[in-house]
């Protein structure tokens, strides 16, 4: 059995829900992928998905819709998505089993090469 590309706690689908009931326009979901920035070379986005794009994956928790950036499947295969609150922050934040490092700030991670 293949592991899923990402999977969702409880917090991280309540936050969606909450997200997605509160955009200006009908949405299908939420997008999840990695950019290229950060001191450690790649940094995850959350993002309103109006449909699904070509070639995207999706993962379904407790009624959410997660549509995966193509680009990002190698970097978060196997990662869980959580939101978390505490005093000076609140957002999502992923486990990622294939990160190699992360600065300091928590803000990028850095994935070596597959071989």
Known sequence: MTAPILT???????????????SDKPVAGI?????????????YFVEYAEEAL???????????????????TMFILGSEMDYQEDKL???FVFTNPNETGRCGCGESFSVDPQE
């Open 8 to 22: 969702l706690t409880e917090a991280a689908t309540d936050r969606a829900k909450l997200l997605i009931g509160q």
């Open 31 to 43: 997008r999840v992928g990695v950019k290229t920035r950060g001191c450690s070379g790649y940094s």
């Open 54 to 72: 070509p070639f995207e994956e999706y993962v379904e928790a407790n009624g959410i819709k997660v549509y995966i950036d193509p680009m990002a």
């Open 89 to 91: 922050n609140a957002g």
